[in-house]
């Protein structure tokens, strides 16, 4: 299996693939935080590790939601 710190452009867009709830969930998180292009991509490879803990096949909303957060926390140091 591939590294999630090595998912870049279509790699991740395929190993990370988010469903339409996820998504929404991440274009909210970026206009509201001001998330650059390239934190989103740190974000969704954190919510493909959740996923993978949760021996999910999927990125789910859960885990983008959970992934979210701890960037929050990342932020408030």
């Given at each position: 299996m591939l590294s999630n710190a090595l998912l870049i452009g279509r790699e991740l867009d395929q190993h990370a693939a988010l469903d339409d709830?996820?998504?929404d969930v991440?274009?909210?998180a970026m206009a509201e935080l001001g998330l650059s292009a390239r934190a989103c991509d740190k974000v969704r490879r954190i919510a493909r590790t959740i996923a993978d803990l949760d021996a999910s096949e999927s990125v789910q909303l859960a885990h983008v939601a959970e992934a979210i957060s701890y960037r929050l926390l990342d932020r408030e140091r």
């Open positions: 709830a996820g998504k991440l274009k909210q």
